[in-house]
């Protein structure tokens, strides 16, 4: 099976564009009209990469971009819109965006550009599957078993599983703990 995308745009044809050319490329496509059904979707399922537009309605790129990583603080994604002065730039790649690109944009040129990205996050050699007595974590399909009982795990709970079991003979303080969870403590 492919790495999943989640596309988060308000125009339906630029949407199927994006996605006809990512399926065909081997990809899963999740697709959202705006912020808030792409938040929904992503609490639901498992992302590879993120691609968003910034001028949506209900909930903008940039805040659901920020309530994404709250619940994946290094969840990889790339900006396609159409604000393209300088300060959009930059804000959005302080965000941490891997790419930004304008529109109008090559379908063809996005898809180079998704996987490279793609290709570079995957190559770092992280640890892709941890055993930790009866537990079983493989991070790739975001899949948690004791035995073989299937847990049932929200991102979040199991992002927090992962840090937790593969750091085993590590003693968390909140604070770091919280941190790298992509929540700040007071």
Same mark, same amino acid.
């Given at each position: 099976m492919g790495k999943t995308i989640l596309l988060v745009d308000d125009e339906i044809d630029i949407l199927d564009i994006k996605k006809r050319y990512l399926v065909q490329a081997g990809y899963q496509v999740l697709v959202a009209r705006d912020g808030v059904e792409g938040l929904e979707l992503f609490r639901k399922k498992s992302v590879d990469?993120?691609?968003?537009? %910034?001028? &949506?309605?209900? &909930?903008?790129?940039?805040? !659901? %971009?920020?309530?994404?990583?709250?619940?994946?603080?290094?969840?990889?994604f790339l900006f396609?819109?159409?604000?393209?002065?300088?300060?959009?730039? %930059?804000?959005g790649l302080s965000l941490g965006a891997d790419d930004f690109i304008a529109k109008p944009f090559?379908?063809?040129?996005?898809?180079?550009?998704?996987?490279? %990205?793609?290709?570079?996050l995957h190559r770092g050699g992280e640890i892709e599957q941890i055993e930790l007595g009866d537990l079983m974590m493989n991070h790739v399909v975001h899949e948690a078993r004791i035995?073989?009982?299937?847990?049932?795990?929200?991102?979040?709970? !199991?992002?927090?599983?992962?840090i937790l079991a593969s750091n085993p003979e590590r003693v968390f303080q909140r604070r770091s703990f919280t941190r790298r969870c992509g929540r700040k403590t007071s």
């Amino acid at each position: 099976m492919g790495k999943t995308i989640l596309l988060v745009d308000d125009e339906i044809d630029i949407l199927d564009i994006k996605k006809r050319y990512l399926v065909q490329a081997g990809y899963q496509v999740l697709v959202a009209r705006d912020g808030v059904e792409g938040l929904e979707l992503f609490r639901k399922k498992s992302v590879d990469l993120i691609i968003t537009d %910034i001028m &949506m309605p209900n &909930m903008d790129g940039y805040d !659901f %971009i920020s309530e994404v990583q709250y619940i994946v603080p290094d969840q990889p994604f790339l900006f396609t819109t159409a604000k393209t002065s300088e300060q959009d730039k %930059i804000y959005g790649l302080s965000l941490g965006a891997d790419d930004f690109i304008a529109k109008p944009f090559s379908p063809r040129e996005l898809v180079l550009r998704v996987n490279n %990205i793609l290709r570079r996050l995957h190559r770092g050699g992280e640890i892709e599957q941890i055993e930790l007595g009866d537990l079983m974590m493989n991070h790739v399909v975001h899949e948690a078993r004791i035995g073989e009982c299937l847990l049932e795990l929200t991102v979040k709970s !199991f992002e927090l599983l992962w840090i937790l079991a593969s750091n085993p003979e590590r003693v968390f303080q909140r604070r770091s703990f919280t941190r790298r969870c992509g929540r700040k403590t007071s």
